[in-house]
C-alpha cells in the first residue's frame, strides 16, 4: 500500500460525491470478470447490474488496486461523456488505462 492512497482514494471519492456518483464496493460476482465499472461503460456493453449514478468496484481489491480502479473508471466515464473517442468505450479505456496509474486532476 502505497503512503497516500488513502487520501487519494477519498478526494476520488469525493469528486464523484460532487458529481453526483456514489461508490459502492460489492461482491466480486457481481462485477464478472471486471474488477471496477462506470455507468458510461456499462451502457455502451449493455451491463444492466448497475445504476445511472453509481460506480461500483470490487469491495476484495486492495486500497492501492481500489484507487488504480477508480481513477480508471472516472478517467474513462469522462472522456465518454465529453465526447472523447466519439463517446464510445473501447477507445476511452484504452485511454483510461494509459493514464490510471496518475494523479488526476480530482486530486489534489
Not at 464523484?16 to 466480486?28: A, D, F, M, Y
Not at 461500483?56 to 480508471?72: N, S, Y
Request: aromatic share 6%; net charge positive; proline share 3%.
Amino acid at each position: 500500500m502505497q503512503k497516500n492512497d488513502h487520501k487519494h482514494y477519498n478526494q476520488l471519492k469525493d469528486h464523484c460525491k460532487e458529481i453526483g456518483i456514489k461508490v459502492r464496493q460489492v461482491k466480486s460476482s457481481r462485477l464478472l470478470d471486471f474488477a471496477a465499472m462506470n455507468p458510461a461503460a456499462a451502457a455502451d456493453m449493455h451491463y444492466k447490474r448497475i445504476k445511472k449514478n453509481e460506480i461500483i468496484i470490487d469491495k476484495k481489491l486492495p486500497l492501492h488496486a481500489k484507487v488504480r480502479d477508480l481513477r480508471h473508471e472516472l478517467i474513462e466515464m469522462d472522456r465518454m461523456s465529453r465526447g472523447c473517442h466519439k463517446g464510445q468505450y473501447w477507445p476511452a479505456h484504452v485511454y483510461a488505462t494509459k493514464n490510471e496509474k496518475h494523479k488526476t486532476k480530482w486530486e489534489k
